[in-house]
């Protein structure tokens, strides 16, 4: 109930017996995620964007990672769909925002003129307050607002599409860059282009991998990078 929850409205989820047998580990480590934001256990690793033409360094990916003293570094599969399901992804989700942008801004402050980009779930999209969410880590770390991208997927800005075209919209008036993230991966239509600010789109990397063999691939992406 609570995943179909979060998941919005108008789905469903099917429940299996292996459930119950999953309850007593999810609820310990749900216990420990409650914990880890006021223990500082989550940290930020920096996957670095370069350019294909001369290999420069023009920003950073910002990866959260849950290093608890107990199970060790937990991977983000084993731990973000639970927070999306309890809420939890919100309080998270901003504190992975204010860091990365202070982060952004210290690169800037050393001489290196980095932007950052930031994963935004499904459930911190659907904040009414993420606009403000937002202007606050900005504003507290000084950073500019073009240098911060915002990363969706196509899966959250086909639901709920009147709210998502009015807080792209405004993000995108702020300055923000708005990236679709795994593109090729989601809905068919392309429509959605036409209709939100996107300024980059990701190819999800189902497609990259064997770039070098696969013609099908290569041609993918070629219509890709020329659609964008």
């Known amino acids: 109930m609570y995943h179909a929850k979060a998941e919005g409205r108008n789905t469903h989820e099917f429940y299996t017996p292996d459930m119950n047998a999953q309850a007593p580990g999810r609820l310990d480590v749900e216990a420990q995620l409650r914990r880890a934001l006021e223990r500082q256990e989550f940290v930020l690793h920096y996957q670095p964007r370069v350019t294909v033409k001369g290999e420069k360094i023009v920003g950073a990916e910002a990866l959260l990672r849950w290093r608890n003293p107990e199970l060790g570094m937990v991977p983000p599969a084993d731990f973000i769909p639970l927070a999306e399901e309890n809420g939890l992804i919100v309080p998270i989700g901003e504190w992975v925002l204010a860091s990365a942008c202070m982060q952004a801004k210290t ?120 659609l964008a």
Request: hydrophobic share 40%.
């Open 107 to 226: 690169w800037q402050r050393d001489g290196r003129s980095l932007a950052v980009a930031v994963n935004l779930s499904p459930r911190q999209f659907r904040q009414r307050d993420l606009i403000e969410t937002v202007q606050r880590a900005l504003a507290a770390s000084g950073l500019a607002p073009r240098c911060l991208e915002l990363e969706i997927t196509e899966s959250m800005i086909m639901h709920h599409s009147e709210q998502t075209i009015a807080t792209l919209r405004r993000l995108h008036d702020m300055g923000v860059k708005l990236s679709v993230d795994d593109f090729g991966t989601g809905y068919s239509s392309l429509s959605y282009l036409k209709r939100f600010p996107v300024h980059t789109l990701k190819v999800d990397k189902s497609f990259v991998r064997e770039i070098h063999e696969s013609a099908d691939d290569a041609a993918i992406v070629r219509a890709v990078i020329a």
